[in-house]
């Protein structure tokens, strides 16, 4: 039996630099664009401690809760 209201979901990590930059608002708004063009939505923001490419710290980010009908 099929569900109807079927939903997926997938969560984008979102940081600017290791160094802890200000997050850039036009390249969040170009992540967002870019998995809206494939059926995503935005679901929730969150603001996290994120892991960086390079040593065991972490740095502030934000974690990108997106939703879409399941295919």
Same mark, same amino acid.
């Given at each position: 039996?099929?569900? #109807?209201? #079927? *939903?997926?979901? $997938?969560? *984008? ?8 930059? #200000?997050?850039?608002?036009? $390249?969040?708004? $170009?992540?967002?664009? $870019? ?14 401690? *994120? ?7 972490? *740095? ?12």
């Amino acid at each position: 039996m099929s569900n #109807a209201y #079927a *939903v997926e979901y $997938k969560v *984008v990590t979102f940081r600017e630099s290791l160094i802890g930059d #200000a997050l850039d608002s036009d $390249k969040l708004e $170009k992540v967002l664009n $870019k998995h809206a063009e494939d059926g995503w939505t935005l679901k929730a923001i969150t603001s996290a401690d *994120v892991k960086g490419r390079i040593g065991p710290g972490a *740095v502030e980010g934000l974690l990108l809760t997106l939703e879409r009908p399941r295919r």
